[in-house]
């Protein structure tokens, strides 16, 4: 089955520090990729996604993640995070044409 | 668009009742999704339909949750009856097949 690990539970940082999230999948096949965000009280918004195509995406609010597929990983980063941030991210893959399927979350504080 | 409709926002019940949460998806998504999210459990997949059919339950907890799809703009998950342990935020979702998944507002139960 497939699975998604993300490497950190919970991550904190200053603001204006650079982030990296981990994120790793297990599935053999060809796989549309994604990052969501929940802010504190409110539902999943989409950050970003990779479909095919160049292996680095940029998504909204200066984030961006990068496909390495040797890895199987599809890591997210921004060079500055803001006090804003603060949320909790959620890795995703969707083989194609099957289910979506989540990564267990890693929550970001930024403290100001 | 109006995104997905959810409702009710907040529902409070006492233990023993039948609870029915309802969904519309977003107009010409041929998939939908109920996931739950606790503290505890973080975000669970309960039930995905394609095409008003569903796919995969393996996520419903036990026979006291039920979900239906009677057609492609309506669903509802019901817990009959309802425990303390039932109380979660309950998101519905929907999308394209092997596209992206869009959430909506969630209903927060709380099962005195």
């Known amino acids: 089955a497939q699975s998604v690990s993300q490497h950190n539970h919970h991550v904190i940082l200053s603001e204006a520090a650079s982030l990296e999230l981990g994120c790793n999948y297990s599935?053999?096949?060809?796989?549309?990729l994604f990052w969501y965000v929940q802010y504190p009280g409110q539902h999943l918004q989409l950050l970003l996604k990779y479909f095919s195509g160049d292996p680095l995406v940029k998504g909204i609010k200066g984030f961006e993640a990068e496909f390495i597929k040797s890895k199987f990983s599809f890591n997210l980063r921004k060079p500055s995070v803001q006090w804003s941030d603060t949320a909790e991210y959620f890795c995703?893959?969707?083989?194609?044409?099957?289910?979506?399927?989540f990564g267990p979350g890693t929550r970001l504080s930024v403290l100001p | 668009d109006a995104g997905v409709i959810q409702s009710p926002r907040h529902e409070v019940t006492e233990m023993g009742q039948e609870v029915t949460l309802r969904c519309k998806p977003i107009s010409g998504h041929n998939s939908l999704f109920w996931y739950r999210q606790t503290m505890m459990r973080g975000l669970e997949l309960l039930i995905y339909f394609n095409n008003n059919v569903p796919i995969d339950d393996s996520g419903m907890p036990e026979d006291r949750f039920s979900a239906k799809m009677p057609n492609a703009s309506f669903s509802t998950l019901k817990i009959q009856p309802s425990e303390p342990r039932d109380s979660a935020v309950y998101f519905c979702?929907?999308?394209?097949?092997?596209?992206?998944?869009?959430f909506g507002p969630g209903t927060r139960l709380t099962v005195l």
């Open positions: 599935y053999g096949g060809t796989v549309n």
């Open positions: 995703a893959v969707s083989p194609y044409g099957q289910n979506f399927v």
């Open positions: 979702a929907s999308r394209v097949v092997s596209d992206t998944q869009y």
